[in-house]
């Protein structure tokens, strides 16, 4: 077996706290990745706190996982000793239903397995990335471009992937009105990517004091929704919406924001169920859609996008041990966007 240290939740009540742990020895078709960084997404806290399911404890949390490889199986062909290489939310699935054979193993039809919080085809728990290294097959590893900061690249395997996915599949773009609901982790991505596709973006938030920030970001218009008056005047006013909001809120009220044929995409995801009612969507045939991260091809296609178009997620970088402050920080919104933990700090 192999060695790691890492931080784990013991039970849903406690907080996270150092944890030594074994993890599988290297097989053949393995890679062993030494952790420089890991982001901390929204979902980590979810997760401990079984907010969304039962959890699997003890359980170490994190899913934007990058660093360098420092071991390799015999039969690895895609990576080698001393490359960096990222992990995000999957690191299996079946292979074999129509989903994964299309690259969407997001949504294998037999249940991926994550990255952390799930049972791997061995029968053992998987542990994520507040850690010290991880074995994981080669084919649920990324190639990461050495022209990008790294710590600022780990949030793009979930944060960035989640937001991209959805862009591209609903062919957002030039010609197209965008608004971004939220400016979080996510939102910010998604502002990011808004306007690299050539999209017109609106950030739509309740805070007025983050629009200046908006703006830094490259969004070309902001609406405060707790404002009667701006949000009347947005009425009809875009193609998509991209809500990144896992706080519960309103759907109606940004439905009535869309054009004709308009699309409410959800990748936030509330403790709560959304309540919409059927009226909400008939006045002008909208849609409420939702979007999981992308599987392993796209989200390389979105690493190789960022690298070419020098795209990373704005973070703070902290030390493991302030994480469960970092975690109280997170839930007031009180980072700009994304916090990262530094793995020499462990």
């Not at 071991?71 to 990576?79: M, P, R, S």
């Not at 910010?188 to 007025?208: D, N, W, Y």
């Not at 996008?305 to 839930?331: G, P, Q, W």
Request: negative net charge.
């Amino acid at each position: 077996m192999t060695p790691s240290k890492g931080y784990a939740a013991q039970t849903a009540e406690t907080d996270l706290a150092p944890w030594s742990f074994e993890r599988r020895d290297v097989g053949p078709h393995d890679v062993e990745i030494e952790i420089q960084y890991c982001g901390v997404c929204h979902s980590d806290l979810h997760q401990i706190k079984n907010e969304w399911f039962p959890g699997i404890f003890p359980m170490v949390p994190g899913h934007e996982i990058v660093g360098r490889i420092i071991k390799t199986g015999d039969h690895v062909k895609k990576f080698k000793t001393g490359e960096l290489a990222g992990v995000g939310c999957m690191v299996d699935s079946c292979r074999t239903c129509d989903n994964c054979k299309e690259g969407l193993e997001q949504y294998c039809d037999n249940g991926n397995v994550g990255t952390y919080n799930s049972m791997g085809k061995d029968g053992v728990p998987t542990y994520g990335g507040y850690s010290s290294n991880i074995v994981v097959q080669e084919d649920f590893a990324l190639h990461l471009s050495d022209k990008l900061p790294l710590a600022a690249v780990a949030p793009l395997l979930c944060a960035g992937i989640t937001t991209y996915s959805p862009l591209r599949h609903w062919k957002v773009g030039k010609g197209h009105k965008l608004a971004v609901l939220g400016l979080g982790g996510l939102g910010h991505m998604a502002v990011k990517f808004g306007v690299a596709f050539g999209a017109e973006v609106t950030v739509l938030s309740t805070s007025p004091d983050k629009e200046e920030a908006a703006k830094l970001l490259g969004a070309h218009h902001f609406v405060v929704t707790s404002d009667k008056d701006q949000v009347a005047a947005a009425k009809g006013s875009f193609d998509f919406i991209l809500d990144t909001v896992s706080a519960t809120h309103s759907i109606p009220m940004y439905l009535k924001m869309l054009k004709t044929n308009g699309v409410h995409i959800c990748v936030g995801a509330p403790t709560e169920p959304h309540v919409i009612p059927v009226f909400s969507l008939l006045g002008g045939r909208k849609s409420v859609a939702g979007s999981g991260i992308g599987g392993i091809p796209e989200t390389q296609e979105m690493l190789d996008f960022c690298a070419e178009h020098n795209i990373v997620s704005d973070i703070e970088l902290i030390n493991i041990k302030d994480i469960t402050t970092s975690y109280a920080r997170m839930v007031k919104g009180d980072v700009r966007y994304r916090f990262v933990i530094d793995m020499a700090t462990l």
